[in-house]
């Protein structure tokens, strides 16, 4: 468990971390997810002890470490863009963090064998970070980080440097990892589907507090305000509520619309708008709508209810809401 | 979204060893002449077949071979032509003539200049004093660098644009500074007048700002978040700075260093007053070749000038071995 209290760090005036509290449950793999700028990296660098807090304290494991230096904290740091130590091979980059507690040779051999296994470098251990491409550099600095056997694992954008594909199968990739070796683990995002895909707790910072704090599905299908809905997905202004697109149903009939709105407990009401564009996007579709009151919003609907409809540009439909669970309040002051 | 979540837990207990990522398995990295085997490394159920062991498709084994790059250049016959030229007339010619002319005698007249006691006396100062300027060059200056780079204090800026000051400073003007503080009647009782630890001090003078104005971009460059990687894996401050930093500075530092030395060896002006010119004790190559101009014995000033140039040649190319040792690791297809 790691337990932050009240942190507080400023830079001048500003306050990158504004007393920020947040429990991680051990053998949790976390996400701190929220825009870019948000204190995430402060805060996981907090944890760390890369970064003095102004105010507050950080334990690990039981243990108070608010004062304690990096080395004392019993850590393995990951960071985005490698920290490769160059001038050694992937070899000794691993057994780095064994060489310097001068542990048997033999010993430190058997370990680094151990991980580069399970980051699948095992053929490379004799090559240069240089040779690597940047998903093997990241598994390297993983099973750098992972060689001194750390009560907790952080990771500051681990894959924000790789392209596409290589990302989305790393971070799979790690997810499984952390299901072997079930290391306190904790990721800094900024990317929702990321922190959504691999973890299985989410906290969302956002101006340096923390938003909410939850499993994916309830952050995404019961978020605690506007903010957290709208990063965690993409939100329509409906009536005067949030709502998810793929949560907007269109009509052609504005009976039916209704008699179908009535059976939704608390819904936002049927709202009469005229289709600006029709958009696909493969497997769904993405109407643009306009509503009666000048209100611009967008529904996403499968390719099929598309082709039942056969909306046309002009034309005006009835949207009604549903999955009340992803309806928030919408804040006066961000309504249109 | 539940059912996803699920689904990939799933997918996770069914793996009893995490499995290598897909898309590295399908990024057969350039440097594997062979690529990747379809099948050998195939990867079902998260068990991964070992590439089945001949060292030819340890990639390990085989470093790959350096991508030829593009350059950007001038039309190359020009630029070579140009850069020939040139070098010629401003090194190459002077420099063989010299080499020619402390030949006048043969081969046995060269080496007896040379030789020469006073000669090699002189020759030999000349490298005591500049290898100890160099060692002390390759510490101190390393660690002005750092406190310039990492530290901050008032007057940063200050001592910053004072580094260059020697290297800027006619080197008489340098001597007669050095000889007013060291030499007789020393405000601060320390005469080094006529000394070698008087040629030490001149020469480390002139040659302060080579190795700190060397260190200093590679250092503001230097990439913190690895040492903060070591200081995470447990490494104290001192043990990051000798295995991460050191390393990573050791081109510039060898670098600095030879540029000092090479500047030591052929120093004259700030070693004329305070070194006295004594035969045998403090006289430098330099100084000798002087005397022997004025002595009219142009051959023994050719002849040590070519000895000296031997020296200085050496120096900078076992620096550059050295330092391109150091670097072709890191840069190697980077
Ligand atoms: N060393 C620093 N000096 C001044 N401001 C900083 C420093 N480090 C971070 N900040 C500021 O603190 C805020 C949070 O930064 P950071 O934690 O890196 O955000 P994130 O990782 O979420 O993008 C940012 O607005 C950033 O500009
Ligand atoms: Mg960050």
Redesign the pocket.
């Known amino acids: 468990m790691i337990t932050v209290t009240d942190a507080r760090k400023n830079?001048?005036s500003?306050a990158?971390l504004d007393d920020v509290s947040l429990d991680i449950p051990s053998g949790s793999l976390t996400a701190l997810l929220?825009?870019?700028?948000?204190?995430?990296?402060?805060?996981l660098?907090s944890i760390a002890g890369l970064e003095g807090l102004d105010s507050g304290t950080v334990t690990i494991e039981g243990r108070d470490v608010t004062n304690e230096p990096p080395q004392r904290r019993g850590i393995g740091f990951v960071f985005q863009h490698y920290a490769a130590f160059k001038h050694m091979t992937v070899r000794d980059n691993v057994a780095f963090g064994l060489t310097i507690r001068k542990r048997p040779k033999a010993e430190t051999d058997k370990k680094v064998d151990e991980l580069l296994e399970i980051v699948g470098l095992d053929g490379f251990r004799n090559r240069y970070p240089a040779q690597l491409s940047g998903g093997q550099r990241q598994r390297m600095a993983l099973a750098r980080a992972l060689a001194v056997d750390p009560q907790v694992l952080l990771l500051?954008?681990p894959f924000g440097a790789l392209d596409a594909k290589v990302r989305t199968d790393l971070r799979q990739w790690l997810r499984r990892l952390h299901d072997e070796v079930h290391v306190t683990t904790v990721l800094?995002t900024?990317d929702q589907e990321e922190a959504l895909d691999v973890a299985d707790r989410i906290a969302v910072?956002n101006k340096?507090r923390i938003e909410q704090v939850g499993d994916p599905v309830t952050l995404y299908e019961r978020p605690a305000n506007d903010f957290v809905m709208g990063f965690l997905g993409s939100v329509a202004h409906f009536g005067d509520q949030l709502v998810r697109p793929h949560d907007i149903v269109l009509e052609r009939d504005r009976a039916t619309a209704l008699a179908l709105d009535a059976k939704v407990a608390g819904s936002p009401g049927v709202v009469e708008a005229v289709v600006e564009r029709v958009v696909p996007l493969g497997f769904e579709v993405r109407v643009d709508l306009r509503a009666d009151s000048g209100a611009r919003f967008a529904a996403q609907i499968t390719r099929r209810d598309a082709a039942d409809l056969q909306l046309r540009e002009g034309e005006t439909v009835h949207a009604r809401a549903v999955g009340r669970s992803s309806v928030v309040e919408v804040d006066p002051a961000l309504a249109i | 979204m539940t059912a996803r979540i699920h689904q990939r837990r799933g997918a996770a207990a069914a793996a009893p060893l995490p499995a290598r990522p897909e898309a590295d398995k399908h990024q057969p990295d350039e440097h594997r002449p062979d690529g990747n085997r379809p099948g050998e490394r195939e990867d079902r159920d998260g068990i991964r077949p070992r590439v089945s062991g001949d060292d030819a498709t340890d990639p390990g084994a085989a470093p790959p071979p350096s991508r030829p790059r593009r350059r950007i250049g001038l039309a190359r016959p020009l630029g070579v032509g140009v850069v020939t030229l040139w070098l010629s007339v401003i090194v190459l010619l002077p420099l063989a003539a010299l080499t020619v002319a402390s030949f006048g005698e043969g081969v046995s007249g060269f080496w007896a200049a040379v030789t020469a006691p006073t000669a090699l006396a002189s020759l030999w100062v000349t490298v005591l004093v500049s290898a100890i300027v160099a060692v002390v060059n390759a510490v101190l200056g390393t660690l002005v660098a750092w406190v310039l780079v990492r530290d901050e204090f008032p007057g940063k800026r200050v001592v910053n644009a004072l580094i260059d000051l020697p290297f800027a400073l006619p080197t008489i003007v340098a001597s007669i500074v050095l000889l007013s503080l060291y030499g007789p009647n020393s405000p601060i009782g320390v005469e080094l007048n006529a000394t070698r630890w008087g040629l030490v001090v001149a020469l480390l003078f002139v040659t302060l700002p080579f190795v700190v104005r060397s260190v200093q971009p590679v250092l503001i460059e230097a990439d913190r978040e690895v040492e903060e990687a070591a200081a995470s894996l447990g490494a104290s401050n001192w043990t990051t700075f000798r295995r991460i930093v050191l390393p990573t500075l050791a081109p510039a530092i060898l670098g600095g260093t030879g540029l000092a030395f090479a500047r030591a060896i052929g120093e004259y002006g700030s070693v004329v007053l305070i070194g006295g010119n004594i035969p045998r004790e403090t006289q430098v190559a330099s100084q000798y070749i002087q005397q022997q101009i004025e002595i009219d014995r142009p051959l023994n000033a050719a002849a040590v000038s070519v000895a000296l140039l031997a020296i200085a040649f050496l120096t900078l190319l076992v620096l550059r071995v050295l330092s391109s040792r150091t670097q072709r690791r890191e840069e190697r297809d980077a």
């Open positions: 830079y001048g500003f990158a929220g825009p870019s700028g948000s204190g995430k990296s402060t805060l660098r500051d954008e800094v900024h910072l340096g």
